[in-house]
Nanobody, 124 residues
Framework: QVQLVESGGGLVQAGGSLRLSCSAS????????MGWFRQAPGKEREFVAA????????GYADSVKGRFTISRDNAKNTVYLQMNSLKPEDTAVYYC?????????????????WGQGTQVTVSA
């Protein structure tokens, strides 16, 4: 069973930056895709970004394009989400997810493994 552990959340002022990390207990799959999702209070969980292990191909939600960057470190089995120019509407619990396959996947149902989440709070 692959375990994903997120870290790096916290409280930051609007305009600030945070970097989230997601460490996998093992490389989930020989290829595979890692994703970040978020869930704000009273809202559904939504896609943020994803990256392929094989070639670092990426995909982003429109709401974070140009502000967030997803990257990975194969040697550490770790995926990062660099978040810049943060806005109060970015406040949410951020979840890391993993699955097999070589595409960029955008929906919750397409991921097999999930972390417990890390809270990000952006104050105005």
């Amino acid at each position: 069973q692959v375990q994903l552990v997120e870290s790096g959340g916290g409280l930051v002022q609007a305009g600030g930056s945070l970097r989230l990390s997601c460490s996998a207990s093992e490389r989930p799959f020989s290829g595979g895709t890692m994703g970040w999702f978020r869930q704000a209070p009273g809202k559904e969980r939504e896609f943020v970004a994803a990256i392929r292990w094989s070639d670092s191909g990426t995909g982003y939600a429109d709401s974070v394009k140009g502000r967030f960057t997803i990257s990975r470190d194969n040697a550490k089995n770790t995926v990062y989400l660099q978040m810049n120019s943060l806005k109060p509407e970015d406040t949410a619990v951020y979840y890391c997810a993993a699955r097999s396959g070589g595409n960029i996947y955008y929906t919750i149902r397409q991921y097999d493994y999930w972390g417990q989440g890390t809270q990000v709070t952006v104050s105005a």
